[in-house]
């Protein structure tokens, strides 16, 4: 399997992080190769684009979670994209993982304790979970922008935002979530996809029937 050297090296020069954040990554790189060989965390194809096809992807959301500080809740935290990019990048932040896979558990807890972050990992459905009070809420290729909006309405702080990055079909999703719900959202091109948008939802409420 490919080392993503030129990966590695682009994502190191575009986020300019520091030695100890590239040696927690380096870690996680080495445990997510590691283990997907045992457990289906990524696919085989994109093991050698690690760093461009996950971390940067995942690291980019952190800029545009802007002034939203404190609490950071991840849904569907899977192989740990972006919550566990995000917890490297800023481990002094609360980083709620959440996940319901056991042997997804499994990783994210060995892979954080090596790379010597504190995360909380839940280990239950979405629905399922207390109230988080999350000032930031993330979910990567997990659901429908509506069925998103729905996990998320109990488990937002006020004032809290949503960041949910999509694919092509960013635009499609939104028209539909929009039957259901009030949004007000930006939405934000990729940077490490050209086809891709990501879902900044600043205001959600249901519609009135």
Same mark, same amino acid.
């Given at each position: 399997?490919?080392? #993503?050297?030129?990966?590695?090296? /682009?994502? +190191?020069?575009? !986020? ?5 954040? @590239?040696?927690? *990554? ?15 965390? $990524? ?20 800029? *545009?979670?802007?002034?939203? =500080?404190?609490?950071?809740? #991840?849904? %569907?935290? %899977?192989? %740990? !994209? ?14 709620? +993982? ?11 807890? &060995? ?14 459905? $979405?629905?399922? @979970?207390?109230?988080? =009070? ?11 922008? #509506? /069925? +998103? ?6 488990? *937002? ?6 960041? !949910?990055?999509?694919?092509? /079909? ?14 007000? @959202? #930006?939405?934000?091109?990729? /940077?490490?996809?050209?086809?891709? &948008? ?12």
């Amino acid at each position: 399997m490919s080392n #993503d050297n030129a990966g590695r090296s /682009q994502f +190191l020069s575009r !986020f300019d992080v520091s030695r100890e954040t @590239c040696a927690r *990554l380096d870690i996680y790189h080495a445990e997510l190769v590691r283990w997907t060989e045992r457990i289906n965390l $990524i696919s085989r194809a994109s093991v050698a684009e690690i760093w461009r096809r996950h971390f940067a992807d995942s690291a980019q959301l952190l800029a *545009l979670a802007g002034t939203a =500080q404190g609490h950071w809740a #991840d849904f %569907g935290a %899977g192989a %740990g !994209f972006p919550g566990l990019v995000i917890a490297a990048l800023d481990p002094t932040r609360q980083m709620t +993982l959440v996940e319901s896979d056991q042997r997804k558990c499994a990783f994210l807890l &060995t892979t954080a304790q090596k790379m010597g972050l504190s995360v909380n990992v839940v280990s239950k459905r $979405i629905e399922q @979970c207390p109230p988080l =009070q999350a000032q930031v809420i993330s979910a990567r290729a997990l659901a429908a922008l #509506d /069925q +998103l909006l729905a996990y998320a309405e109990r488990h *937002l702080a006020k004032g809290g935002i949503c960041l !949910f990055p999509k694919g092509i /079909q960013a635009e499609s999703e939104l028209t539909a979530a929009r039957k259901a719900w009030h949004i007000v @959202c #930006d939405l934000v091109p990729s /940077q490490s996809d050209p086809n891709a &948008t990501i879902l900044k939802i600043r205001e959600f409420a249901r519609v009135s029937a």
